[in-house]
T-cell receptor, first 114, second 118 residues
Framework: DAGVIQSPRHEVTEMGQEVTLRCKPISGHDYLFWYRQTMMRGLELLIYFNNNVPIDDSGMPEDRFSAKMPNASFSTLKIQPSEPRDSAVYFCASSSDLTLGPQHFGDGTRLSIL | AQKITQTQPGMFVQEKEAVTLDCTYDTSDPSYGLFWYKQPSSGEMIFLIY??????QNATEGRYSLNFQKARKSANLVISASQLGDSAMYFC???????????????FGQGTRLTINP
């Protein structure tokens, strides 16, 4: 079975540029999550969706961050304009609402803002 | 307040020994789930094991078992017969099941870096 697919795996860009991270959840999963991982703050939940609808975006750091889920098989996390402090690993995860089962993570996008 | 506490930033264990990674949690919800994830140096997050708050028995998955002590609010991960490939960061996480239907927020601890020595 295909897992959560994230792209790109690595992104290096200059400060001020727009960055778009992409995620394809596991087919049939109704929940999609975006996390950020840094050494200082560990794993933080940024936002999550249920049936393509954003449920909780309280973890989104500021207005420069936005996330969309136009359909059940695709989501984007956008940073505009990017800043060096946005450098981190960004994970997408998905889960089913049928059980108390786990969230399955993608391999992450390692983002470096110069 | 910290919801998930992992008190061991790093652990070193000899190959083939058993290892216990500590995790304590804080919640007032009667219904919750506890998870352990492994993050090897390659960076991906791998789900290992799950324990529900109402489960009567400790969860087991192969060499992994979860020592769930509800009264003490602890959910320690036990790895039996450790292998070199077990070297990784290990994260404990909790999902509370609040009254709001569908809310599935997962809160992670800071992790324990496990190193298995040959």
């Amino acid at each position: 079975d295909a897992g959560v697919i994230q792209s790109p795996r690595h992104e290096v860009t200059e400060m001020g540029q727009e960055v778009t991270l992409r995620c394809k959840p596991i087919s049939g999963h109704d929940y999609l999550f975006w996390y950020r991982q840094t050494m200082m703050r560990g794993l933080e939940l940024l936002i999550y969706f249920n049936n393509n609808v954003p449920i909780d975006d309280s973890g989104m750091p500021e207005d420069r961050f936005s996330a969309k889920m136009p359909n059940a098989s695709f989501s984007t996390l956008k940073i505009q304009p990017s800043e060096p402090r946005d450098s981190a690993v960004y994970f997408c995860a998905s889960s089913s609402d049928l059980t108390l089962g786990p969230q399955h993570f993608g391999d992450g996008t390692r983002l470096s803002i110069l | 307040a910290q919801k998930i506490t992992q008190t061991q930033p790093g652990m070193f264990v000899q190959e083939k020994e058993a290892v216990t990674l500590d995790c304590t949690y804080d919640t007032s919800d009667p219904s919750y789930g506890l998870f352990w994830y492994k993050q090897p140096s390659s960076g991906e997050m791998i789900f290992l094991i799950y324990q529900g708050s109402y489960d009567q028995q400790n969860a087991t998955e192969g060499r992994y078992s979860l020592n769930f002590q509800k009264a003490r609010k602890s959910a320690n991960l036990v790895i039996s017969a450790s292998q070199l490939g077990d070297s990784a960061m290990y994260f404990c996480a909790m999902r509370e099941i609040p009254e709001i239907q569908g809310a599935q927020k997962l809160v992670f601890g800071q992790g324990t870096r496990l190193t298995i020595n040959p």
